[in-house]
């Protein structure tokens, strides 16, 4: 939560005056938080190599934003939240997959 989001802010700046959003109709995490995690999650899929990287020792990139997500919205909606991230990040993985935008950044990724 601390690199630079795209709006020049950290994450953490960019996201914590945002609520916790989920889209009804896909069950997705949206707005600032769910364009966190896309953005996270693009990161994992792009540098294959961030799991040896010490700051994401104990979690990954995409599964810091997903527990940032889940502290951030109200304590009875944490299990809605976590699913939610957990549905993002698999519409992420299958977006690459297939080779098509990924959801809310509407940017096609590559793996690396």
Known sequence: MTTIAPSGQT?????GSSPVE????????????????VWAKAYE?????????PEWAQNGPAGQAAQ???AAGPQSDK???EQACDNL????EVATAMGRALPIINQVIHRG
């Open 89 to 92: 990040e698999k519409a992420c």
């Open 45 to 53: 899929l792009q540098t294959p190599q961030w799991s040896s990287d």
């Open 68 to 70: 940032a997500a889940m």
């Open 22 to 37: 989920i889209d009804k109709g896909t069950g997705l995490l949206k707005g600032a938080w769910g364009e966190c995690l």
């Open 11 to 15: 994450w953490q700046m960019y996201c």
């Open 79 to 81: 299990e809605f939240i």
